[in-house]
Antibody
Framework: QVQLVQSGAEVKKPGSSVKVSCKVS????????ITWVRQAPGQGLEWMGR????????SYAQKFQGRVTITADKSTGTAYLEIHSLRSEDTALYYC??????????WGRGTRVTVSS | DIQVTQSPSSLSASVGDRVTITCQAS??????LNWYQQKMGEAPKILIY???ILETGVPSRFSGSGSGSDFTFTITSLQPEDIATYYC?????????FGQGTKVEI
């Protein structure tokens, strides 16, 4: 079956970086859009960006451009989200999801990132 | 960016009630809208795609309609297991954008 398994919770200091992983199985990883969506505590869903591993060129929401890096390792079927210069407002649950035919059809369980001094 | 305005932000209804949620896009997005359900502590789940197509396995009490900039999501007979937050999401253009969510309570 399709699984997106995300890495565990992180606690980071402001100004540091975090890298979250998402291991995908059960679908054609290289030709899928792997999307990152975040959800701040008690808030809604926010699209951050996506990557198609076979192409390797990510797209980002302008808000995150320059501070977020999305990559993919085709050899392991794993996508990554790295956020630099963390601030308290980055405290959120970060989801990876597979996008197919414009539908976010499979989701990971989320990785909680807490930014606190 | 395309803004998607969803309303209401929350609602309370009784079991068996008809529930309606609306989304309005800031420009014409044709039929490029999806609806998701997010239960507490879970990831979102696709219910309706392309504005009106029911995802396989989703109960038929859920439906969607609309095109252009105005869309409606309906639960024809609310069930206890429908307690969740519902989001619309446009995919006409990047960045993908979501509505603010509607929390449905009984």
């Amino acid at each position: 079956q399709v699984q997106l398994v995300q890495s565990g919770a992180e606690v980071k200091k402001p100004g540091s970086s975090v890298k979250v992983s998402c291991k995908v199985s059960g679908v054609a990883f290289s030709t899928s859009y792997i999307t990152w969506v975040r959800q701040a505590p008690g808030q809604g869903l926010e699209w951050m960006g996506r990557i198609v591993p076979v192409v390797g060129r990510p797209s980002y929401a302008q808000k995150f451009q320059g501070r977020v890096t999305i990559t993919a390792d085709k050899s392991t079927g794993t996508a990554y989200l790295e956020i630099h210069s963390l601030r308290s407002e980055d405290t959120a649950l970060y989801y990876c999801a597979r996008q197919y035919n414009n539908i976010l059809d499979y989701w990971g369980r989320g990785t909680r990132v807490t930014v606190s001094s | 960016d395309i803004q998607v305005t969803q309303s209401p932000s929350s609602l309370s209804a009784s079991v068996g009630d008809r529930v309606t949620i609306t989304c309005q896009a800031s420009q014409d997005i044709r039929h490029h809208l999806n609806w998701y359900q997010q239960k507490m502590g879970e990831a979102p789940k696709i219910l309706i795609y392309d504005a009106s197509i029911l995802e396989t396995g989703v109960p038929s009490r859920f439906s969607g309609s609309g095109s252009g900039s105005d869309f409606t999501f309906t639960i024809t007979s609310l069930q206890p297991e429908d307690i969740a937050t519902y989001y619309c999401q446009q995919f006409d253009n990047l960045p993908l954008t979501f509505g603010q969510g509607t929390k449905v309570e009984i």
